[in-house]
């Protein structure tokens, strides 16, 4: 009975030993197997740092607004009789916009003409009486204040019928008519709008701290989108007064506008160009990741020579030629993981005051994929860059 129990307990060991055996060389099979496996190299897209030209700029938000706008309306009661504008017409200077029913006026004027021609008439022929002693002075006072009476009521009732229409006092677009044809309207009845819109404003905010770098004349740019600003202007005022709620100070500036793109109340881009500088360091904003512990960029650089292992030793021996392919081939690339300090972004780009030095080549896309001492690929074929720059261009 015992020798059966000890013939058991090895036979037990043997198989417990032979599991625990096999499960430690598979775990250093698979462990040198990863060991052993070459890392993949992560596709990046890269850009070299070189000193270029520095645009400066100052971006804001605006609003379009007319040089010269404003909305027309009668200054007197009536009942429109014709209206000579439709919607969209350009209109010259005092030219005839409305016009109200005037009849009575008129009559009037004429009954005030007639009247001022009698008195006339009188004051003349008291003028010849007293120049043959015949006349009185206080007769021919009489028919001078008279004739001066009539005069001005006809003047007066000349300003009444021209009130019963309505000019343009500039040259501008009209807007979409307000009143109809047979409309009672009353005075200060708005009849359409009136916009020069050859030459337009716009007015814009920046922070109290960029107030020191702009002045009157100053050029600045125009758009619908930060990508295309094809419309130029110049500040033209400045206020002298910052907000105190909102530490921005308002700004007007003037944009021409001789084909009519813009329309007035549109927001636009607007960007104030200040002037050029040189040797700045500046990269593509999607090169620079912003962390908890700051900003940083990749920088590629060439992998560190290894080692040869002894197998690869042995394999070089017997196969000589193969090794010597194997050190005809370029140097593997990795990256270096370098925090910066950054400053003004202009144009897609950021300004790089201190981290990088001129001739470094950094990565521009595929950082997300990437650590330090990663290797990389580079494939600059597609890159945000130029991706952007076509959409512009298009």
């Known amino acids: 009975m015992i020798k059966r129990l ?4 090895i036979l037990l060991a043997v198989v417990v030993g032979g599991i625990v055996g096999f499960n430690t060389f598979r775990d250093r099979a698979i462990q040198q197997y990863f060991a052993s496996m070459p890392v993949p190299s992560v596709t990046v897209s890269t850009v070299k740092v070189e000193p270029s030209t520095w645009n400066p700029g100052i971006e804001a938000i605006g609003t379009v607004a007319a040089s010269r706008g404003v909305d027309l309306t009668v200054e007197t009661l009536g009942v429109v009789k014709e209206i000579f504008f439709d919607s969209n017409q350009r209109v ?4 005839i916009l409305v016009q109200l029913d005037d009849s009575v006026q008129r009559a009037d004027l004429e009954v005030a003409r007639t009247q001022s021609s009698l008195d006339q008439l009188a004051l003349t022929r008291a003028i010849e009486l ?3 002693g015949v006349g009185s002075t206080a007769t ?3 028919a ?7 005069a001005s009521q006809v003047q007066k009732l000349q300003a009444v019928l021209d009130q019963k229409q309505l000019r343009a006092p500039y040259k501008g677009t009209m807007g979409i008519p307000r009143i109809e044809l047979g409309q009672f309207v009353q005075p200060g009845t708005v009849v359409a709008t009136l916009q020069d819109l050859d030459t337009m404003r716009a007015d814009f905010s920046v922070p109290e701290q960029q107030l020191s770098l702009l002045q009157i004349g100053q050029p600045v740019i125009f758009g619908v989108n930060a990508d295309n600003m094809p419309f130029k202007g110049s500040i033209k005022g400045i206020e002298p007064k910052v907000d105190p709620s909102s530490r921005l100070v308002a700004i007007r500036a003037e944009i021409s506008n001789p084909e009519g793109k813009l329309s007035p109340g549109q927001f636009v881009q607007v960007r104030v160009e200040l002037p050029e500088e040189n040797d700045v360091l500046a990269v593509p904003e999607t090169a620079v990741v912003t962390s908890l512990y700051g900003d940083f960029i990749f920088v590629v650089k060439s992998a560190a020579a290894k080692q040869q292992p002894a197998a690869d030793a042995a394999t070089a021996q017997q196969n000589p030629s193969e090794s010597a392919a ?6 593997a690339l990795t990256v270096s993981q370098v925090f910066v300090k950054i400053g003004r972004r202009s144009n897609g780009k950021i300004e790089i005051t201190e981290g990088v030095s001129p001739g470094d080549e950094v990565v521009t896309a595929g950082q997300n994929r990437l650590s330090n001492n990663s290797p990389v690929v580079i494939n600059n074929s ?10 512009a261009a298009r």
């Open 130 to 132: 007293q120049q043959r």
């Open 6 to 9: 000890i013939i058991a307990a």
């Open 140 to 142: 021919l006072d009489a």
């Open 144 to 150: 001078r204040a008279a004739a001066e009476t009539s």
């Open 326 to 331: 194997a050190k005809t081939e370029e140097p």
């Open 92 to 95: 010259a200077e005092d030219e």
């Open 382 to 391: 597609v890159t945000p860059t130029n991706s952007g720059a076509e959409a």
